[in-house]
């Protein structure tokens, strides 16, 4: 059975036992230790942050999308591949708490998903 699904959403199975294949494919989400409802703050998405993914115009990452855990579209970033490092920045507002969901799409193994739940203090 493969490690990925070119259908559907790919998802770390063991959090505390990451492959390789899903260590270079994971959306991290970096986010502040706490955020204020209403207020904007910058929200980085990183592929590649715990084992390098290529970046190579046979193997990259074309996009990354940020939304909220109800689905909402927050923000998208498309990379080309060599020039551009699958890393992004985005800057949002939500008017109440919510857990991020991130998704990157590699040209050669799919869609996968990263989460962050948010503190808000």
């Given at each position: 059975?493969?490690?990925?699904?070119?259908k559907g959403v790919n998802r770390v199975k063991n959090p505390e036992n990451l492959t390789d294949l899903e260590k270079k494919?994971?959306?991290?989400?970096?986010?502040?230790?706490?955020?204020?409802?209403?207020?904007?703050?910058?929200?980085?998405?990183?592929?590649?942050?715990?084992?390098?993914?290529?970046?190579?115009?046979?193997?990259?990452?074309?996009?990354?999308?940020?939304?909220?855990?109800?689905?909402?579209?927050?923000?998208?970033?498309?990379?080309?591949?060599?020039?551009?490092?699958?890393?992004?920045?985005?800057?949002?507002?939500?008017?109440?708490?919510?857990?991020?969901?991130?998704?990157?799409?590699?040209?050669?193994?799919?869609?996968?998903?990263?989460?962050?739940?948010?503190?808000?203090?």
């Amino acid at each position: 059975m493969a490690e990925f699904s070119l259908k559907g959403v790919n998802r770390v199975k063991n959090p505390e036992n990451l492959t390789d294949l899903e260590k270079k494919h994971l959306p991290v989400i970096h986010v502040p230790e706490k955020v204020r409802e209403g207020e904007p703050f910058s929200v980085e998405v990183a592929v590649g942050e715990l084992l390098k993914h290529p970046n190579e115009l046979s193997h990259y990452i074309n996009w990354i999308a940020l939304y909220d855990e109800r689905y909402t579209f927050l923000g998208m970033a498309t990379l080309a591949p060599v020039v551009s490092e699958p890393r992004v920045r985005f800057t949002i507002t939500l008017d109440e708490p919510a857990a991020l969901r991130a998704y990157a799409f590699c040209n050669l193994h799919g869609l996968w998903e990263g989460k962050r739940e948010l503190r808000f203090g």
